[in-house]
């Protein structure tokens, strides 16, 4: 897996969420409160939704 640099990681809030568009379909990159950084398809795979409209935990 490759990562691409997007933005600053202070540009995110802890526990925070930013979308970016991928060549696939939009991309939700979360930072949890320890600093760690997530990427995931921004779609909800129970209601279909983006999944970078949640509440992020941890």
């Known amino acids: 897996m490759n990562w ?5 990681l ?3 809030n802890p ?3 930013r979308v970016v ?3 696939k379909g939009d991309i939700a990159i979360f930072r949890a409160a320890d ?3 997530f990427a995931l398809d921004d779609r909800c ?3 279909g939704g983006p999944l ?3 509440l992020i935990y941890g």
């Open 52 to 54: 970078s409209q949640g």
């Open 35 to 37: 600093d760690q950084v």
């Open 21 to 23: 568009a991928g060549p």
């Open 4 to 8: 691409l640099d997007i933005c600053a």
């Open 15 to 17: 526990l925070g969420s």
């Open 10 to 12: 202070d540009e995110i």
């Open 45 to 47: 795979p129970h209601k």
